[in-house]
């Protein structure tokens, strides 16, 4: 019987790894390293994380009180040691996904996380284990390059948009740099949203922040809006996943030894990412809206938001940063090459068959602000073990 240790267990898309890996084996256990003051909150968390498992599959979710910025996890030598025997190999789900932390703060939980995961993966193989490390990236390691990546690139001497995608790209290179001494698999998810079927979430970051400041401010000013465009380019690609995918990816690629050594972007690929403008066009389908003119925040238009962007910083500053954190999404991003995944049989739903089950979920959760009622497909998907959420 296999064991593996997973972080980020408790977090959005953590939870459909482990729905997913503890699907695929009947035998498998996981131990659950999960950041908590004390033993009664790990047990809370351990509930809320196995609430929607099979009985059976919940039996064999074993929580572990750690933190994996810390050295040895956060563990006493003798725990730690402990550990290091009874698990075979790693999945490493956890990271701070802000945009705008601190560098050295996001270097703190990205970069150095890494390096403690990678010190416990050593650790195990120098004990006998297999000491295999799952490691799930992001496909924005690429940071502002424009054009197509490559699944075996990773420094094309790009910059970088944000602390996030920097501290990213650092903690990749970190594991490519251990491949000589571990079995090691980098995992890209492009932009995760919702479930493929129910469109719950528990993250509204990523896509849903240009949402969540549009949706409003069109429905608020519904008159007015008619004539002010949406400051975006119409071809910029927006690669989008659903998170039951990538879980199920991550898993599939999980029991695959032929996956050591490689990378794969979990992503849509260049003839599977909608545009900025199919994305608009969908919305607005959605909210029964007219389609919204797209200008380049660029151009001459973009002039007059730019001129106003300190009047924005005084009166709306959380707005402001919002802005600041989504805008070069809106711009350009790059397409990710899909080689690798499609020749492991994985191939993502097409975007305009799960994007409107997002959308209904999203505004009927006011992003985040309400809960929502439970829908019958998501009842029935919860009953079949095929959705997993946090509260």
């Keep these: 019987m296999q064991v593996a240790l997973i972080t980020g267990a408790t977090g959005f898309l953590g939870r459909e790894v482990v729905r997913s890996l503890l ?9 659950a390293l999960v950041r908590a003051p004390d033993e009664a909150a790990l047990a809370r ?13 919940a039996a064999r979710v074993i929580a572990v009180r750690g933190d994996v910025t810390e050295p040895r996890l956060g563990l006493s030598p003798k725990a730690y040691l402990a550990l290091a025997s009874r698990v075979e190999r790693l999945v490493h789900v956890a990271a701070a996904t802000s945009f705008d932390l601190p560098v050295d703060e996001a270097r703190r939980r990205n970069v150095a996380g890494t390096a403690h995961v ?26 502002d390059r424009t054009d197509l990546v490559q699944e075996d690139e990773l420094d094309a001497g790009q910059g970088f948009r944000n602390t996030y995608e920097r501290s990213k790209f650092e903690a990749e290179r970190l594991c490519v740099a251990m491949r000589c001494e571990l079995p090691v698999v980098i995992h890209r998810p492009s932009i995760i949203v919702g479930h493929s079927i129910t469109g719950e979430t528990t993250s509204y ?16 000013w519904q008159p007015l809006t008619r004539f002010v465009p949406l400051p975006a380019c ?21 029991h695959r030894s032929d996956a050591d050594g490689r990378s794969y972007h979990l992503a849509a690929g260049p003839t599977g990412a909608p545009t900025v403008e199919e994305v608009a066009a ?12 797209l200008v380049d925040p660029r151009g001459p238009l973009g002039c007059l938001g730019r001129a106003a962007a300190p009047l924005l910083r005084l009166a709306w500053p959380a707005l402001a940063r919002r802005v600041a ?7 350009s991003n790059p397409s990710f090459d899909t080689r690798n995944t499609r020749a492991a049989g994985l191939a993502p739903p097409p975007f305009a068959t799960y994007f409107p089950h997002v959308l209904r979920h999203a505004d009927t959760a006011g992003f985040g602000r309400r809960t929502p009622s439970r829908t019958p497909a998501m009842r029935r998907a919860s ?7 946090s509260t």
């Design 383 to 389: 009953v079949e073990g095929t959705l997993v959420v």
């Design 23 to 31: 699907a695929r084996d009947a035998e498998a256990t996981l131990v």
């Design 325 to 331: 954190n989504y805008l070069p999404y809106m711009i």
């Design 205 to 220: 970051k990523g896509l849903y922040g240009p949402l969540q400041v549009l949706v409003p401010f069109y429905r608020r």
């Design 45 to 57: 968390r351990r509930r809320r994380l196995v609430a929607r498992l099979r009985e059976a599959d």
């Design 234 to 254: 119409r071809r910029c690609p927006l690669d989008v996943v659903p998170v039951d995918w990538v879980g199920d990816a991550v898993a599939t690629l999980y």
């Design 118 to 143: 990678i010190d416990l993966c050593r650790t195990i193989k120098r004990r006998g284990g297999l000491g295999r490390l799952d490691h799930v990236s992001t496909a924005f390691v690429a940071g």
């Design 282 to 293: 969908l919305t607005c389908e959605y909210f029964g809206a007219r389609s919204r003119r």
